[in-house]
């Protein structure tokens, strides 16, 4: 009986071990297929585009020195940025956790004793000392673990990508503020020039008054003009303030004693971009690469869940020596297999399968969405970008109709032709006008910056970090 039972074992061992190579190639994971985005031929607003190249450095077209010294702080300082790289370090650690699956484990082992006895006035001694070797290996019969590495690997990526999508929120976010204080600045000097213009005005008023020109009435309506005027630059000052803050804290800076040097937006260049073309929006947006690396983690989790059904099937060799120290030496080796299977958890398992096909769903219409988020977001920035330029044209033809028309009314009052509600009037329309001009100037320039994000900014299809 003993006989048949080692001829079986012989036969069958080697049929097993041949069958090793076939079974490791088995996977059970779905073959992934990108979803297929609807993506438009063209932009609404710009209907031909070119293939751009990304510019890493896409603030620089704005020809300020100072924007690229505070990008480099903000990239090196951000605390919302260094959180984002840390994440990565978190991923590539569990993949390399994943990864190590994939390979056998080893292990030595080492003991040694000396005992020694004394029993009716007889001393005896004995030594006892070993050293073995062992290794495991979990044979990756269904690609379990290969699965999970390949998850791991995507989860990597996705982290890589929203690393990306961090670092252009906060480009974008240092250039618009960075814009928003130096509009701040304009319109305090165009406050400043209309209180100086209103001081003199009143100075006039108060002349005529004296001269008996004047009435009561024109001092009081002149005064609270010059008092409405004093009130906006303490409101504007503070804004300056709070924008100065912001943009300290994006730089990862204490807002105490943080300033710029820029002093207007007039400094800055207003860059042409071109959109390109909507399918290249696939590649440049970080947040829709996340999505899709998203998407690839989760198809691999499939597979790793499925294999969970089937049997596990672990290898093992073990080789020991004993009575290394007395000379007595023996060696024991052992090789064996061991194959596992699940036949109750209670749903468990089928439902963990169920879990990851419906959690891959979710993020097939999640990256759905974003695809479509991303159209909308360029044609919106494209379209506030037209329509921002067209309107800053006319507020300029505004702004310089309302300057020629209080410099005429000022003469005309001068000369006694008009009263003084007249030259007020005109006066308010001319502050408006200026104001209104350098908040138009701001939108304009912060579309250009907003354009750049919705494409995806200077960000590469090489993942890097």
């Not at 450095?57 to 840390?86: C, F, G, I, K, T």
């Not at 073995?132 to 699965?147: F, K, Q």
């Not at 009052?413 to 009263?419: E, N, R």
């Amino acid at each position: 009986m003993r006989r048949s039972l080692m001829k079986r074992t012989r036969l069958t061992a080697p049929l097993m071990f041949g069958l090793l190579p076939w079974l490791a190639a088995c996977s059970l994971t779905p073959s992934y297929q990108m979803p297929d985005a609807k993506l438009p031929s063209y932009w609404e607003t710009v209907k031909e585009g070119t293939a751009q190249v990304a510019d890493t450095r896409w603030w620089l077209s704005y020809h300020s020195d100072e924007l690229d010294q505070l990008m480099q702080q903000a990239l090196a300082a951000n605390h919302d940025l260094a959180a984002a790289v840390s994440r990565i370090e978190q991923a590539r650690a569990s993949l390399r956790s994943a990864r190590s699956v994939l390979l056998p484990s080893a292990g030595l082992s080492a003991s040694a004793s000396h005992d020694r006895r004394r029993a009716d006035d007889v001393t005896t001694t004995s030594e006892d000392s070993q050293a073995g070797v062992s290794i495991a290996y979990e044979l990756d019969l269904w690609g379990a673990n290969r699965a999970a590495a390949a998850a791991a690997d995507a989860t990597l990526a996705a982290s890589r990508y929203s690393r990306d999508s961090v670092a252009l929120v906060l480009q974008a976010e240092v250039a618009s503020t960075y814009f928003q204080l130096l509009s701040l600045r304009d319109r305090l000097v165009i406050a400043q020039r209309n209180l100086d213009a209103a001081q003199e005005l009143m100075r006039l008023v108060q002349v005529r008054f004296d001269n008996g020109a004047a009435t009561a009435l024109d001092v009081a309506q002149q005064r609270t003009t010059l008092l409405g005027i004093q009130a906006q630059i303490p409101s504007l000052q503070q804004s300056v303030n709070e924008t100065r803050h912001a943009l300290a804290v994006l730089l990862g800076q204490v807002p105490q004693g943080f300033d710029v040097v820029g002093a207007s937006l007039a400094e800055l260049n207003l860059p042409t971009i071109d959109p390109g073309q909507p399918s290249a929006l696939l590649l440049r947006r970080p947040d829709i690469r996340m999505a899709e690396a998203q998407l690839m983690a989760a198809n691999a989790d499939i597979g790793a869940a499925r294999a969970a059904l089937l049997p596990s099937l672990d290898l093992s060799a073990s080789a020991t020596a004993t009575g290394l120290i007395s000379g007595g030496s023996a060696t024991v080796a052992s090789l064996a297999a061991s194959l596992a299977q699940t036949i109750f958890s209670g749903g468990r398992l089928r439902a963990q399968v169920a879990l990851t096909e419906a959690t891959r769903q979710t993020l097939a219409e999640t990256y759905a969405q974003t695809v479509l988020t991303g159209l909308q977001e360029v044609e919106d920035s494209l379209s506030l970008l037209d329509t921002s330029l067209e309107r800053t044209d006319l507020l300029a033809q505004t702004a310089e109709q309302a300057r020629e028309a209080y410099r005429l009314a000022r003469v005309r009052y001068d000369a006694g032709a008009i009263d003084l509600l007249t030259l007020l009037d005109s006066q308010r329309t001319q502050l408006s006008a200026e104001d209104t001009l350098v908040q138009a100037q701001l939108t304009q320039i912060n579309a250009t910056a907003q354009l750049v994000k919705a494409l995806g900014g200077g960000w590469s299809d090489a993942v890097s970090g």
